[in-house]
């Protein structure tokens, strides 16, 4: 077996196997699911407390040199040149036809210097898209640095404890910062719909860091499940099945991750991979959107299970689905075609057979409570 | 007398008076995690051996429990409907799924009693 067909493991492995991880492959690395207390707990956990998420399997990338800026922005429907020092942006990796390679977040470190974070399973792959697109520049692949997400009502005082100099950041911000003489990258943001923050720190220095946050009553390791239902109730997306290669951005209702400059009539109109479409799309309109569902009673509709109108035509397919621990009600999104899309349109998904009520609804379902200064 | 039995798929099935109550042990709720509906059998329901009987939903998973004998369906716990955590609290108790009257004389031998079950999640299969 070669090493990269092997489940690596992160740094924090021996850790989750003592808080009673349960460990599964997920995207090449043995990954916690969940702890003892269950996705359940786990969630509200980090909604109320504060829950610490090992997201060291996710690539980071440095990128750099001089107008890179520009080269990236061939890439990517935003507006680097915008961004401040240690600011960063939600984006998109769009495809020459208009799809979607990637989603990933892009913070400007310096003048020349973007430093992104891609999914795991894609980093491979968006590596070697950003080698051929950028041969001119320095492409880093960060795989000796850790990344922890510490979120939740309570992170601020946590962190407000480890790093007093980060609690004042606002959502979509970074800077560097030491904790305890270690060097970290710390920004404000996450992927649960709280307020919160990632750690980005080398490996050697990595269980020390989080030995520090885990000393806190308030912060407890927190699984995949939890991540996925918490992210499901925030609304966002999930790469490879909320939006794919065969979705747009407007269709993966993501219009805005496109910056204005970048739109028609902008000052930086178009210039990215897939402009045509993606702005065609934006124009007149996608014949499908994502949307998201509430969904009548108590049963989950999951990924995969089709859409039905109230005459039984089928109009599209569940996406993501579960059930919302802090709604205490199944959440879902789905793809619809978009006559079908606005808000209150009463569909149906199919569930082993049975027709379960659902009404597109909007997204968040939970208010997001970032800090937004 | 109430005599108790295990299958593979990790249901316990108690059998008094000719009536068969099934449910899932707790190994089996521990894997599932928290258990949120419950899509139960219709009473008078006729079941065949491995026919879907009941679905458990869990945050995580579907899971589909088949019934492990020939019969009708008599009862089915509706407290499961409001309270479906009942699975995870006490899924050998309260947490009873569905009630089965057996069409045939009950066969039994291929089921297990607590201790085989005991050591067939021991080892992990």
Known sequence: ?373 | MTQKFYTKDHEWLSIEENIVTIGVTDFAQEQLGDVVFIELPEVGADLIEGDEAAVIESVKAAGEIAVPINGTVVAINEDLVDQPELLNTAPEDEGWIFRVSPSDGLETASFMDAEQYQKYIDSGE
């Open chain 1, 1 to 373: 077996m070669s090493d990269s067909a092997k489940n690596q493991k992160t740094q924090f492995y021996d850790y989750h196997i003592s808080a009673g991880g349960k460990m599964v492959p997920f995207a090449g690395y043995l990954m916690p699911v969940q702890y003892p207390a269950g996705i359940m707990q786990e969630h509200l956990h980090t909604r109320n407390n504060a829950g610490l998420f090992d997201v060291s399997h996710m690539g980071q990338v440095l990128v750099t040199g001089v107008g890179v800026a520009t080269a990236l922005e061939k890439l990517m429907p935003v507006d680097l040149d915008a961004l401040a020092i240690n600011q960063q942006t939600y984006a998109t990796f769009t495809l020459p036809d208009g799809g979607i390679l990637d989603d990933l977040i892009v913070t400007r470190w310096a003048e020349d210097t973007y430093f992104l974070v891609v999914n795991a399973a894609c980093k491979d792959q968006d590596i070697a898209h950003l080698k051929s697109y950028l041969s001119d520049f320095t492409i880093t692949h960060l795989d000796q640095h850790s990344l922890i997400a510490l979120q939740g009502a309570k992170a601020k005082d946590i962190m407000l404890k480890l790093a007093p100099s980060t609690s004042d950041l606002i959502f979509m911000h970074g800077c560097p910062v030491q904790i305890d003489g270690i060097e970290c990258y710390v920004t404000r943001s996450g992927y649960t719909g709280e307020d919160g923050f990632e750690i980005s720190v080398s490996n050697d220095h990595a269980l020390a860091v989080a030995d520090r946050l885990l000393a806190f009553d308030d912060c407890k390791w927190i699984g995949l499940g939890a991540r996925d239902s918490l992210r499901l109730e925030a609304g966002l997306c999930l790469y490879g099945h909320d939006m794919d290669q065969n979705t747009s951005p407007i269709e993966a209702g993501i219009t805005w991750s496109i910056s204005h400059s970048r739109r028609a009539g902008g000052a930086k109109e178009g210039g990215f991979l897939g402009a045509e479409k993606i702005l065609k799309h934006l124009a007149d309109g996608a014949p499908k959107k994502r949307v998201g569902f509430l969904v009548e009673g108590r049963a989950p509709v999951r990924e995969g299970a089709e859409i039905a109108d109230n005459d039984g035509n089928i109009v599209g397919v569940i996406t993501s689905g579960g059930f919302g621990p802090t709604l205490q009600a199944p959440v879902a999104m789905g793809y619809v075609t978009s006559a079908l899309a606005a808000v209150g349109t009463q569909l149906n998904a199919i569930v082993r057979g049975k027709l379960r009520p659902m009404t597109v609804t909007k997204m968040p379902l939970i208010p997001q409570r970032y800090h937004r200064g």
